[in-house]
């Protein structure tokens, strides 16, 4: 994502953790003057900053042509679900090709730190690890714009994720499934790894079940 200087960089971060940590709920009007305001610099890294969010599409323009937080319907949900398939099979088959044992090892130590977060219910790093996890496969693949794709993705799906309801006992099987993943990645097996991520992407209610069902599945 472009920046257009520190002040574009804060304001811009500002807003989007806002967006994702559901404080700035779907539908809140976004006004330069209040966001200024809260910061204390000038409407121009503003605008420029709701700019680069408009051009993500965590925002849109709304009925009254003010600048708004997107919703999401079921038909997104299953367009993000289509295209995590396709970018992350590409992902996952070529970091079994390039990816270093140091990666292995930082996926491992990922692992460690969500059964850590998710027995003392941390949920929020839970899900921050979570995002961290199905990145650094993109990172360890060496494919840097292929990880911009699925950091934006994640923001969408971090969006519709508000909200919904998740019970303490699937966080194991998450875990579980990102393991499934890691051994066959340590094993450079790209049948096996590609797999296990859509074993992983279909039980997900992160983007929403196909079959509709399963409403209180974990995010992955």
Same mark, same amino acid.
């Given at each position: 994502?472009?920046?257009?200087?520190?002040?574009?960089?804060?304001?811009? #971060?500002?807003?989007?953790? /806002?967006? +994702?940590? &559901?404080? +700035?709920?779907?539908?809140?009007?976004? #006004?330069?003057?209040?966001?200024?305001?809260?910061?204390?610099?000038?409407? #121009?890294?503003?605008?420029?900053?709701?700019?680069?969010?408009?051009?993500?599409?965590?925002?849109?323009?709304?009925?009254?042509?003010?600048?708004?937080? /997107?919703?999401?319907?079921?038909?997104?949900?299953?367009?993000?679900?289509?295209? =995590?398939?396709?970018?992350?099979?590409?992902?996952?088959?070529?970091?079994?090709?390039?990816?270093?044992?140091?990666?292995?090892?930082?996926?491992?130590?990922?692992?460690?730190?969500?059964?850590?977060?998710?027995?003392? =219910?941390?949920?929020?790093?839970?899900?921050?690890?979570?995002?961290?996890?199905?990145? =650094?496969?993109?990172?360890?693949?060496?494919?840097?714009?292929?990880? =911009?794709?699925?950091?934006?993705?994640?923001?969408?799906?971090?969006?519709?994720?508000?909200?919904?309801?998740?019970?303490?006992?699937?966080?194991?099987?998450?875990?579980?499934?990102?393991?499934?993943?890691?051994?066959?990645?340590?094993?450079?097996? &790209?049948?096996?790894?590609?797999?296990?991520?859509?074993?992983?992407?279909?039980?997900?209610?992160?983007?929403?079940?196909?079959?509709?069902?399963?409403?209180?599945?974990?995010?992955?």
């Amino acid at each position: 994502m472009p920046r257009r200087g520190k002040l574009t960089d804060r304001a811009y #971060t500002h807003i989007r953790e /806002r967006i +994702l940590r &559901g404080e +700035l709920p779907v539908g809140s009007v976004l #006004t330069e003057v209040d966001i200024a305001h809260a910061l204390g610099i000038s409407r #121009t890294p503003i605008r420029q900053a709701l700019g680069l969010l408009l051009q993500e599409g965590l925002v849109e323009v709304g009925p009254r042509r003010q600048l708004v937080v /997107r919703g999401f319907t079921p038909e997104h949900r299953e367009e993000l679900l289509v295209l =995590r398939e396709a970018l992350e099979s590409v992902s996952v088959q070529q970091a079994c090709r390039v990816m270093s044992m140091d990666d292995v090892d930082y996926l491992r130590l990922l692992l460690m730190r969500q059964r850590r977060a998710a027995a003392e =219910r941390r949920e929020d790093d839970f899900i921050e690890l979570d995002e961290e996890f199905h990145l =650094r496969i993109a990172e360890a693949a060496r494919l840097p714009i292929l990880v =911009r794709f699925l950091d934006q993705l994640r923001g969408f799906v971090r969006v519709m994720r508000l909200g919904s309801a998740r019970h303490p006992s699937h966080l194991p099987q998450v875990i579980e499934e990102h393991e499934a993943i890691v051994d066959a990645l340590e094993e450079r097996d &790209g049948d096996a790894a590609l797999e296990a991520l859509m074993h992983h992407l279909h039980k997900s209610d992160y983007v929403g079940d196909r079959r509709g069902a399963g409403k209180e599945k974990v995010a992955r």
